[in-house]
Nanobody, 126 residues
Framework: QVQLVESGGGLVQAGGSLRLSCAASGRTFSNYVMGWFRQAPGKGREFVAAISRSGGNTTYVDAVKGRFTISRDNAKNTVYLQMNSLKPEDTAVYYC???????????????????WGQGTQVTVSS
């Protein structure tokens, strides 16, 4: 069983920045494709970004390209989401997820992620 714990959410003004972290338990973190998803009030869960096992490949939803950066530190079992130029429409609960048996280098397919964190709230005021 893998446990994922997100941190770093909060309230920020539009144009500001936040850095989310997701710490994973276990000793095989470097085998996982990691992703970030978000869910805004009244909406479904949306893919945000994902990163390959080595960190060499990433993919983003168009709405965050150029503003968000996903990265990972396999020595620390942690994945990050640096969020810059935040907008009110980025307001959501952000979740990290792990695909423990990836067959694709990097992907955005929520059903393929086996483990999910509890989420961290990000609120962007206008």
């Amino acid at each position: 069983q893998v446990q994922l714990v997100e941190s770093g959410g909060g309230l920020v003004q539009a144009g500001g920045s936040l850095r989310l972290s997701c710490a994973a338990s276990g000793r095989t973190f470097s085998n996982y494709v990691m992703g970030w998803f978000r869910q805004a009030p009244g909406k479904g869960r949306e893919f945000v970004a994902a990163i390959s096992r080595s960190g060499g490949n990433t993919t983003y939803v168009d709405a965050v390209k150029g503003r968000f950066t996903i990265s990972r530190d396999n020595a620390k079992n942690t994945v990050y989401l640096q969020m810059n130029s935040l907008k009110p429409e980025d307001t959501a609960v952000y979740y990290c997820a792990a695909d423990r048996n990836p067959t694709i280098v990097v992907h955005r397919r929520a059903p393929l992620y086996d483990y999910w964190g509890q989420g961290t709230q990000v609120t962007v005021s206008s």
